[in-house]
C-alpha cells in the first residue's frame, strides 16, 4: 500500500525528474505541494486551469487526517468520512471481538444508533497556516551549544503552540520543513468523537492479498467509512467533498489531498548512505522478525489470528515498504543520480560567494550522522517512538500496549512537573487532548498476546546487547524473556481504564508509590532512555541548523517555488489518470468487475483470490463494465493512504490505497513514466454499496438524493 520499489531492469523505463537537477522548478506531474504555496504556474501552463483561493480552501477543509497514520476527507453535509480500510483497521480491529470480527467480516451501520464509537481515533482537519520561522530562529543565539539550542527552540516552539492553541481553542503543531529550513504553524480543528458506519470485508478490502501489494491491475474495494460526531450529534460540516458517481475518465486531470508521511529527497549522500546501509536494514530486520512471529501464532486459532490480524498485516506491509526503498537505494543507476544531484548542488554553492559557507554544513551533517550511529541501538531499543500503520506500541524492547501505557503514564506526570517549554513535545499542553485520548483508551488487551509480543522483543533486546548487558539483566530480573514477559503481564493493573484515569492523576511521589511491574520497569529504564534521547537531540540539533543552511542556499539560487519533503502534513498532487507500458505490454487505466470475477476463475476462486460468499451470490445485480480501480501520475508516497482523488470541479472521484511496483522509488526519486498511484473508483464504491451491500440509505447521502 503506497510503498515503493523499482527492479533496476526498469529504472531505464523511467523519467526521473528530481535528481536532474536542483535549481528548476519539478516538472511533469511532481510535488507535494504545500496549501499556501500551490504549483498555480504549473497548473495553468501545462493544463491551463488555476485553481482558485476558494477551490483550494474548500478541499483543505474537507481533507482529513488520521493519527493512526493514514488520510481521508469529509463526504456528507453530516460528517461522513470516507478512508481506506487498512487505515481503518486498527479501529475495526479494536471495536471487534471473538463474536463479532468486523475487520474479517465487514460491518455496515444503517442507522446512526447502530454506528461504533472508536476507542482512540482522532481525525485532524487543517484549518490555517502560518509561517513562524522567524520566530523559531531567533530564539537560538550564536555560540549556543547543542543541548542550549534544542532548549531554546523546543521553548520557541512550545510558546507559539500555546499561544495560538489558547487563543484559537484549535490543536497547534509547529511543522518543520526544509528539514529546518523553514517552520509553519499548522491549527487543526480535531475530532475524537469518531464512529464506524461501513467497512467490506478485508478479503474485498485486500483482494489478491500480498501476492497483488503495490501490482496492477488491482481489484480492492479499499474503503472504511466513519461518521465524525460533535456533543453526540453528527457534525455539520460546510466543507465536504460533492459526490461523483461516474468516476474520471481516462486523461483526465485530478488532484490528491492528502498526508503524505515522509520523503528523502532532500537528505544529504551521508544520510541516505546510513539509511541504506543500516536504518533500513535494521526495520527489514524487525519486521521480518515480528511478521514470522505473528503468522506462526495466528495460525494455532482463529481468535489467534483474529487477534493478530491488523498487527500481522502491518508488518507484513511495512516489510514490503522498506525491502522496496532498499532495492531502490542499492541500484547502481539511481544512486549515481542521487550523488550527481548532491554534486551539482554544491558546486553550485561553493561559485557564489555569498553562500560559499553553507558547503560546511555537509561535514557537519556527516559527523552527526556518525554520531547517531553511535547512539541508536540504545535510542531504538528504549526511546525510539516509530509511528506507522499500526500505531505506536513502545519501544523495540518492550513491544506492547501495556507497556505504552506504564510509559505515558510515567513520563506524563513527570513531564507536567516542567515549564511547558522544557516537555518532551508529545506531553506539551498543545497535546494534552491527543494524549488522554491515546492513554485512556478502551482498546482490548489480551494477555496471551501482549505476553507473545513482550517476550519476542524482549530477546530480540537481549540478543542486541547480550544476555551479560547489565542493562539487559536488569530488565529480565533474573528470567528468561518468557517468564519476565508472563510477570509483567499478568502483575500489572494497568489493563483497567479506571486504574489508569485514577493514576494519570497523581503526582510523581504518589505514582512512585504505587508498585505495578510495568511502572516499575517503566521507571527503571526512563533514566537510559531520555540520556539516549538527549544525545540523540544533540546531534539532530546539529542537522537541523546545518540543513537550514542548505536549504537556505538553495532557496537563494532557485527561489522558494518547490516543495518540502513529506512531514504527514496536508499537500497537494497533481496528474492524469493514465495507463503506462510495462514488458511490452500497454497497462490500462482502469480495472472493471468482469474483470475481478476473470481473476476469481483463473485462481479456482481460492486464496488470497477467493470472492466473499455475497460477491458471489449478487454477481448478476452489477453492470460489470463499471470501472473498479484507476491509475493517474499523481505524486503520492505512505501517508497518502485514503486520500482523496478529486477533478477540476472538485468533486470526489476516487480514493487513493495503494501504488504499482514502479512507484517504490518514490522516497527518493520522482518518476511519471511508469510510477502509478492506485486509486478505487467512485464509481465502483456507488455500484457495490447499492448492489452488494444494500447500502441504499449510505448512498442517498453521499449523492444528497432527496
Given amino acids: 500500500m503506497l510503498i515503493p520499489f523499482l527492479s533496476p531492469q526498469k529504472l531505464s523505463a523511467i523519467t526521473i525528474t528530481c535528481l536532474t537537477g536542483f535549481a528548476t522548478v519539478a516538472i511533469a506531474d511532481e510535488g507535494m505541494w504545500l496549501f499556501n504555496a500551490p504549483p498555480l504556474k504549473q497548473l495553468k501552463g501545462k493544463y491551463n486551469f488555476e485553481p482558485t483561493p476558494q477551490w483550494l480552501e474548500h478541499l483543505q477543509k474537507a481533507s482529513v487526517r488520521f493519527n493512526s497514520g493514514g488520510s481521508g476527507s469529509f463526504i456528507s453535509a453530516n460528517g461522513l468520512v470516507i478512508t481506506n480500510h487498512h487505515v481503518g483497521a486498527d479501529a475495526l480491529q479494536m471495536a471487534s471481538s471473538e463474536q463479532h470480527n468486523y475487520l474479517k467480516d465487514g460491518f455496515y451501520a444503517k442507522t446512526n444508533a447502530e454506528e461504533i464509537k472508536c476507542s482512540e481515533l482522532e481525525l485532524n482537519v487543517l484549518v490555517s497556516t502560518e509561517d513562524v520561522t522567524a520566530r523559531v530562529n531567533v530564539a537560538v543565539k550564536a555560540g549556543m551549544s547543542s543541548d542550549e539550542a534544542t532548549k531554546a527552540r523546543g521553548n520557541a516552539i512550545a510558546a507559539i503552540e500555546k499561544e495560538s492553541k489558547e487563543k484559537t481553542g484549535l490543536r497547534s503543531d509547529v511543522i518543520t520543513l526544509y528539514q529546518g529550513g523553514a517552520y509553519h504553524l499548522y491549527r487543526y480543528k480535531r475530532y475524537d468523537d469518531v464512529r464506524i458506519v461501513f467497512a467490506p470485508e478485508q478479503q474485498m478490502a485486500f483482494y489478491g492479498g500480498d501476492p497483488d501489494n503495490f501490482e496492477y491491475p488491482r481489484f480492492d474495494l479499499d474503503i472504511c467509512i466513519f461518521r465524525a460526531y460533535e456533543n453526540g450529534k453528527p457534525a455539520k460540516i460546510d466543507n ?19 498526508s503524505p508521511g515522509r520523503t528523502d529527497r532532500q537528505l544529504t549522500v551521508d544520510e541516505l548512505t546510513d539509511t541504506r546501509d543500516r536504518d533500513v536494514p535494521n526495520l527489514l530486520r524487525m519486521f521480518n522478525r515480528r511478521e514470522v512471529l505473528l503468522a506462526a501464532w495466528g495460525q494455532r486459532s482463529f481468535e489467534n489470528a483474529r487477534r493478530a490480524r491488523d498487527d500481522f498485516f502491518g508488518d507484513q506491509n511495512n516489510r514490503k515498504r522498506y525491502d522496496g526503498y532498499l532495492a ?18 554544491r558546486d553550485a554553492i561553493s561559485r557564489d560567494p555569498k553562500l560559499g559557507s553553507a558547503i560546511s554544513a555537509y561535514d557537519r551533517i556527516k559527523k552527526a550522522q556518525a554520531e547517531l550511529v553511535k547512539i541508536a541501538p540504545r535510542y531504538d531499543y528504549l526511546e ?56 485512556f483508551s478502551t482498546e482490548p488487551v489480551y494477555d496471551d498476546y501482549e505476553i507473545l509480543r513482550l517476550t519476542d522483543s524482549l530477546t530480540d533486546f537481549a540478543e542486541k546487547f547480550g544476555a551479560e548487558n547489565p542493562l539487559v539483566k536488569q530488565i529480565l530480573g533474573g528470567k528468561s ?77 532557485e527561489g522558494t517555488s518547490n516543495y518540502p519533503d513529506a512531514t504527514f502534513t496536508l499537500r497537494l498532487s497533481y496528474g492524469t489518470v493514465g495507463g503506462y507500458e510495462q514488458d511490452g505490454k500497454q497497462i490500462p487505466a482502469f480495472t472493471d468487475f468482469d474483470g475481478l470475477y476473470q481473476r476469481s476463475a483463473e485462481h479456482e476462486n481460492k486464496p488470497p483470490f477467493d470472492l466473499p460468499q455475497r460477491w458471489i451470490d449478487k454477481k448478476s445485480n452489477l453492470n460489470l463494465s463499471t470501472h473498479f480501480n484507476f491509475v493517474s501520475d499523481a505524486d503520492i508516497i505512505g501517508g497518502n493512504s485514503g486520500s482523496p482523488v478529486v477533478n477540476k470541479a472538485g468533486e470526489f472521484v476516487g480514493i487513493i490505497f495503494d501504488g504499482n511496483i514502479q512507484s517504490l522509488v518514490l522516497d527518493c526519486i520522482f518518476s511519471d513514466k511508469q510510477a502509478r498511484a492506485v486509486s478505487v473508483n467512485s464509481a465502483a464504491i456507488t455500484e457495490a454499496l447499492r448492489k452488494i451491500y444494500d447500502a441504499n440509505a449510505l448512498v442517498d447521502e453521499l449523492t444528497a438524493a432527496k
Fill in 384 to 439: 525510539q517512538e516509530r509511528r506507522s500503520t499500526v500505531g505506536y506500541r513502545g519501544p523495540r524492547a518492550l513491544y506492547g500496549s501495556l507497556f505504552k501505557y506504564a510509559r505515558l503514564l510515567t513520563r506524563a506526570i513527570d513531564e507536567r512537573a516542567k515549564p511547558n517549554g522544557e516537555r518532551i513535545p508529545a506531553f506539551r499542553d498543545s497535546a494534552k487532548e491527543s494524549l488522554e485520548l491515546e492513554l
Fill in 328 to 345: 531502490a537505494l542499492l541500484d547502481p543507476e539511481i544512486w549515481t543520480l542521487i550523488e550527481q544531484r548532491e554534486k551539482k548542488l
Fill in 240 to 258: 465536504y467533498l460533492k459526490w461523483n458517481s461516474r468516476g474520471p475518465s481516462d486523461g483526465e486531470l485530478t488532484f490528491v489531498s492528502g
Fill in 481 to 557: 524473556p518468557r517468564g519476565r514477559a508472563r510477570e509483567l503481564v499478568t502483575g500489572t493493573k494497568l489493563k483497567d481504564v479506571a486504574i489508569r484515569k485514577e493514576l494519570y492523576r497523581k503526582d510523581a511521589a504518589a505514582l512512585q508509590a504505587t508498585h505495578d511491574p510495568l511502572l516499575d520497569l517503566a521507571r527503571m529504564i526512563d533514566g537510559p532512555a531520555r540520556e539516549a534521547r538527549k544525545a540523540h537531540e544533540a546531534q539532530e540539533e546539529t542537522m537541523k541548523q546545518a540543513y537550514a543552511e542548505i536549504a537556505n542556499a538553495r532557496f537563494a539560487l
